[in-house]
């Protein structure tokens, strides 16, 4: 089997679909991150598709060393295109032996997934209500951003009008639902620290970057100051990436993103590393139904994966849901909070690619929102 071809989407309202197909007559699917740089990620893969053509798909590890081993290597555009063509090598593979992807890496380790859902947007309003929407649809979990922008020092204001919104859920729907509260990089460590330990009072599942991700080794003074799961990973790629996460030991919780970390094998091998460091992982996965697919294939063979995050509904999918192209939507469906084994071959999916070509056609054009704080700089979205 050879690489013969490769098909590229850009899909509103921020993933890229690549479709790469054989001499065989199997395509496969694989998802890249748009990331504010969708011409620039879409350029760089048809660059590294060219060395493809010709090759048997069957060979993902030496695929990978060889679009990952350039002299200068590495960063979010990079690591985006290379998780995508992996993805799609997964789902060509599983789909010539007819087995799902996890079955090539151990097997089952679970009979079913945690999902949880997010709630209450970019700017966090009325998160009791949406929590109570949550439970009534059988999840036992949810996701929220904590604030808005904030500045490096900033107002107990800003800090108590988190911890009035976190205290809503609690007062609605008391502790039958977990909580996550993800700070999304945009607190600096002077304000992490206050807003971590006065969120402590509510027991939450974990918070999500409560610093950047530049800025790892200042976890140690927040892990030292609560108890509260502290989790990150979601912008590290490769295990390399991960290095000076496992080896400083303030993190409770990875969240590699299969479409930035370099796809199902390396989040497997990065999650195999966290298990010799007694961690936990709960994948990044807020994209569309191909990254998803790929993320539950993870799922089901490791062991050390706890809950998955799922972008049904989330904030930003405005006109499409990854719902709508998807043949096979029983794949994406919940029940009390859990989603079943996928059973299909490949990555599990089918994907609807007479209305993928119809929404490519419009095009994509996606950045994250520029925010400044109060005194006109820029502050972290």
């Known amino acids: 089997m050879k690489i013969t071809s490769y098909d590229i989407y850009k899909i509103k309202p921020r993933w890229i679909f690549l479709k790469i197909n054989t001499d065989e007559g199997i395509s496969g699917w694989g998802e890249l991150v748009s990331g504010t740089r969708t011409e620039t990620v879409i350029t760089g893969a048809r660059e590294m598709m060219e060395y493809l053509i010709g090759k048997d798909p069957g060979q993902i590890e030496d695929i990978w060393q060889l679009l990952y081993r350039f002299f200068f290597r590495g960063g979010p555009v990079e690591m985006t295109i290379i998780s995508g063509i992996e993805m799609a090598l997964w789902d060509i593979k599983g789909k010539y032996y007819n087995m799902p992807v996890y079955e090539f890496l151990g097997g089952r380790a679970r009979t079913k997934i945690k999902v949880y859902s997010w709630i209450g947007g970019d700017r966090p309003a009325d998160v009791g209500n949406e929590a109570l929407k949550r439970k009534n649809m059988g999840f036992t979990a949810v996701k929220m951003n904590a604030t808005e922008e904030m500045h490096y020092v900033d107002t107990y204001k800003k800090v108590q009008q988190v911890s009035a919104r976190v205290q809503s859920i609690r007062d609605t729907v008391g502790y039958d639902l977990e909580v996550a509260v993800d700070f999304h990089g945009r607190v600096h460590k002077p304000m992490a620290k206050v807003l971590a330990k006065e969120l402590e009072q509510f027991h939450l599942m974990f918070i999500e970057e409560p610093v950047l991700p530049e800025n790892i080794e200042m976890l140690r003074d927040i892990a030292n100051h609560v108890s509260i799961p502290i989790s990150t990973g979601e912008r590290a790629y490769t295990r390399w990436g991960f290095k000076p996460i496992f080896k400083d030991g303030f993190v409770d919780i990875i969240q590699p993103d299969l479409s930035l970390t ?30 998803l697919a790929a993320t539950l294939q993870l799922d089901v063979c490791t062991p050390n994966v706890f809950i998955q995050e799922q972008s049904l509904g989330i904030h930003y999918n405005q006109g499409f849901d990854l719902l709508d192209f998807v043949k096979n939507k029983e794949i994406f469906q919940y029940k009390d909070g859990f989603v079943n084994i996928p059973t299909a071959p490949g990555l599990g999916i089918e994907i609807d690619e007479d209305l993928v070509k119809k929404i490519s056609q419009e095009g994509l054009k996606w950045s994250n929102p520029k925010w400044r704080n109060y005194d006109g700089t820029y502050a972290e979205w």
């Open 262 to 291: 370099g796809g199902i094998l390396e989040a497997k091998k990065i999650a195999a590393m966290a298990e010799c460091f007694d961690m936990a992982v709960a994948p990044h996965a807020p994209y569309g139904p191909i990254a």
